[in-house]
């Protein structure tokens, strides 16, 4: 069973670019969870997606960030003009809906550079 | 708002003993999970033990166990006969439940340990 899977591992952005961020969940995992976690610090939750809705975005920064879980295909983490403040490895996580068991399972991170 | 307190930025034992890792927690809420994950150098989160409020009996999994006391808001993560590969981050976490599905972790500040041989 393939895990959560996490594209690309390592980004380089100059400032002002764009970055995305690519989760794909565990197979049948309908809920997506994307964390970040700034150098030495522990994960900060950013937003909570089911398929084609956002669920809990409280943690998310207002400006330049947004995701997204379409019907088919991975949840996209996107995040405009990139300053070096958003260095960070950005993480993703999937659960199941429903059942006794919903831990959810992290993808490898994706640690973005900002240059 | 829920918060999560690890008091121990770093602790040390040597390998084959027994070592106790602390968390507590604030929360109004009534139903909620508890979770230690573990960071290796290759920084993957690997879930380590899990907790459901509403079960008083301490989860337990294999050398890892916990000494969960509700009232207290105490949560923490015993490791016994410790080895090298638990040289890790360990971070504590609490989610509230709704529905049927785990909600956002929140995660504690994490404890770095080293075993040493």
């Known amino acids: 069973n393939a895990g959560v899977m996490q594209n690309p591992r390592h980004l380089v952005r100059r400032r002002g670019q764009e970055a995305r961020l690519r989760c794909s969940p565990m197979?049948?995992?309908?809920?997506v969870y994307w964390y970040r976690q700034l150098p030495e610090e522990g994960l900060k939750f950013m937003v909570y997606?089911?398929?084609?809705?956002?669920?809990?975005e409280s943690g998310m920064p207002k400006e330049r960030f947004s995701a997204e879980f379409p019907k088919e295909g991975p949840s996209i983490l996107r995040i405009q003009q990139v300053v070096r403040g958003d260095s960070a490895a950005y993480f993703c996580?999937?659960?199941?809906?429903?059942?006794?068991?919903?831990?959810?399972?992290f993808g490898p991170g994706t640690r973005l550079t900002v240059t | 708002a829920q918060t999560v307190t690890q008091s121990q930025p770093e602790m040390s034992v040597q390998e084959a003993e027994t070592v106790t890792l602390s968390c507590t927690y604030d929360?109004?809420?009534?139903?909620?999970?508890l979770f230690w994950y573990k960071q290796p150098p290759s920084r993957q989160m690997i879930l380590v033990i899990r907790?459901?409020?509403?079960?008083?009996q301490n989860a337990t999994e294999n050398r890892f166990s916990v000494n969960f006391q509700k009232a207290a808001k105490s949560f923490s993560l015993k490791i016994s006969d410790s080895q090298l590969g638990d040289t890790a981050m360990y971070f504590c976490?609490?989610?509230?439940?709704?529905?049927?599905?785990?909600?956002?972790?929140?995660f504690g500040t994490g404890t770095l340990l080293a075993v040493q041989p």
């Open positions: 929360t109004s809420e009534n139903n909620y999970y």
């Open positions: 996580a999937s659960s199941l809906a429903t059942g006794t068991r919903n831990e959810q399972y």
């Open positions: 197979k049948g995992h309908s809920h």
């Open positions: 997606l089911q398929k084609e809705n956002i669920i809990d």
């Open positions: 907790q459901e409020a509403y079960k008083q």
């Open positions: 976490a609490f989610s509230h439940r709704v529905g049927g599905a785990t909600n956002k972790l929140i």
